[in-house]
């Protein structure tokens, strides 16, 4: 047999062997392995015995324990972060591109990714034993641009949520064309917090995506819908400071929820608005924010298009938010920021804030990214 | 076509639940390197490279920046929004890093035609030559995206793909 011809066979046979055993592995880490019942201890006071063999993300659920994460488990957005005190063995591949080399001194890891395969400690925020699943009706669906839309969701059990303005949700979209098996994603509630027995949110439609599809193509008004929170550290901080809030699209709800939880606490700091949006079929919510108007003692909502149409007669501000934020910043000492939008529209506005004068710990945002 | 087991191994990289809900693949039953065979021919039929497709992307999701997460036009005739959704993907061929979920949608005014690309397609493609399997979600027919984006025939040799 020629020399080639037999390295070939070698290489063929090992490579094989190689495949042969990695199914093997897989498939008795899927079905034989049996990791009895191993301890979970949280916070070093509560401890939990469950079933072991699957990801921690998941097992704290079962147990009622919702941490945080908005691509149900994947690995993908990195969200789902716990100190791990003790029993989770070497960081994996999938875990490092999360992780700062701060917080792989810390043990951070990817609750997603660690399985449950011993007695494992943990740390996590106290707040997240607040978060809780709801069971909640689709009460109604509103468009509020052609591709924006406001879903209001009545709390069935438990019936009411204890939430701070700024929150976001995990939304549970079930089954159906687009997925397999239920999956999460996260929407911040624009609803006032005080109308604690139902939470609205504001879903623009992505062009392909899972959740934002199934909730403007598939959701109807009577739907049950399952979801997880409040989560969350976007929030107007208790302050005397002037308020600068910029927002663009959906960015919109947790602003929205911000104003409404102002007026009905009667906080009367000085608050401007600027809200970015290209022509005036991309602007909504104007009667609600004029009425807020009304309400608010020294607020002022300043709508900004980017590119007006002819049609659209607009006496508004134009041009970019970031140049409409610039032209009408009076000052920036004083002044807090809250921003939510894309990540694009927070880099460009926190540039122009902090050349204004404005601490960059002072700007606080919520970035889709 | 043959496949190498190391291509096999990012074939299963590509099945659905792996980096993805969906996967890579969508309903496509042949193997990666058909795939990537396939659409190399097709794209250097009508006389274009991988780079040409990539870069013409990158140049419109640059220029779409520019509208903060909102459509802004794009001369001749085309409207571009570049927006993001929360979390990063790594990419199914091992490359290092992880790319975040900036999804592009290209309007050509004109033509009267949408499409919409991700951060991750681009990197695919030009890295790759990789459009994604039929019946993919993100799956990109190389015709259409040099129409749509109206690409121009580069004047340098078609580049192979890279794996």
Redesign the interface.
């Known amino acids: 047999m020629f020399p080639v011809q037999s390295l070939l066979i070698s290489v063929g046979a090992i ?1 094989a062997l190689s ?1 042969f055993l990695a199914v093997i592995m897989v498939i008795a880490d899927a079905t034989i392995a049996n990791y009895g019942e191993v301890k979970i201890t949280v916070n070093k006071d509560k401890e939990f015995t469950v079933k072991g063999g699957s990801p921690l993300l998941s097992t704290l659920m079962s147990e009622n324990i919702f941490i945080p994460s ?3 488990g ?1 690995g ?4 789902c972060r716990v100190k791990v005190l003790e029993g989770a063995g070497q960081y994996l591949p ?1 875990e490092l ?2 992780i700062s080399d701060e917080e792989k001194a810390e043990n951070i890891r990817l609750s997603c990714q660690i399985k449950v395969k011993n007695d494992i400690s943990i740390e996590i925020p106290e707040e997240l034993f607040n978060v809780k699943q709801y069971t909640s009706r689709v009460t109604r669906l509103r468009d509020l641009t052609y591709d924006i839309k406001e879903v209001t969701l009545e709390l069935i059990e438990p019936g009411e949520i204890d939430l701070r303005a700024g929150s976001f949700i995990q939304f549970q979209v079930p089954e159906y064309e ?4 239920p ?1 999460y994603r ?1 929407y911040s509630v624009s609803s006032n917090p005080k109308d604690n027995k139902k939470v609205e949110i504001e879903v ?1 439609l ?5 959740c934002t599809t199934y909730i403007h193509n598939y959701l109807k008004e009577g739907d049950e819908v399952i979801f997880n929170g409040p989560y969350g550290e976007f929030y107007l901080r208790d302050t005397e400071r002037d308020v600068i809030c910029i927002a ?2 959906s ?1 919109m709800a947790p602003i929205k929820a911000i104003l409404l939880d102002m007026a009905e606490k009667g906080i009367s700091r000085k608050t401007r608005y600027f809200f ?3 022509s005036t079929r ?1 602007l909504f919510l104007l009667e609600e924010m004029n009425e807020l108007e009304k309400v608010l003692p020294d607020f002022k909502f300043i709508p900004a298009l ?2 007006p149409a002819a049609e659209d007669k607009w006496k508004g501000e134009t041009g ?3 140049d409409v934020v610039a032209r009408n910043l009076e000052s920036g000492d004083n002044v807090e920021a809250y921003l939510c ?5 927070i880099d ?1 506005c926190v540039k122009v804030l902090t050349g204004n004068g404005i601490p960059e710990e002072l700007i606080y945002y919520d970035k ?2 | 076509m043959k496949q190498t ?1 190391q291509m096999q191994k990012i074939q299963d990289n590509m099945r ?2 792996v ?4 996967g890579f693949l969508g309903n496509d039953s042949r193997n990666l390197i058909d795939i990537l065979v396939e659409d190399d021919a097709d794209v250097k039929r009508l006389g274009y490279t991988h780079k040409t497709v990539a870069m013409r992307m990158v140049e419109l999701r640059d220029a779409g ?9 794009v001369e001749p005739h085309f409207e571009v929004r ?9 990419c199914p061929f091992g490359d290092p ?2 790319f ?2 900036v ?1 592009t ?1 290209v309007r050509n005014l004109e033509l009267d035609r949408e499409i ?1 690309f991700t951060d991750l397609n681009i990197h695919f493609i030009l890295a790759h030559g990789f459009y994604e399997g039929r019946g993919s ?2 799956r990109l027919n190389p015709g259409e995206v040099i129409k749509i984006l109206e690409i121009e025939k580069p004047s340098e040799d078609s580049v192979p793909f890279l794996l």
């Open positions: 490579t495949t908005a691509c149900g994947r993908s957005c990195g969200l999938t591109p999360w687009l997925t397999d098996e999956v996260a623009r992505v062009p392909n995506g899972i663009g699209g960015g970015g949006a290209r991309d980017s590119e970019l938010i970031t939008g894309s990540p694009g529209m460009a889709f990214a | 087991p659905p639940g980096i993805t809900l969906d920046k520019r509208g903060l997460g909102e459509f802004v036009s570049v927006d993001s959704v929360r979390g990063k993907l790594p890093g992880v975040p979920k999804n949608t919409t979600n993100f």
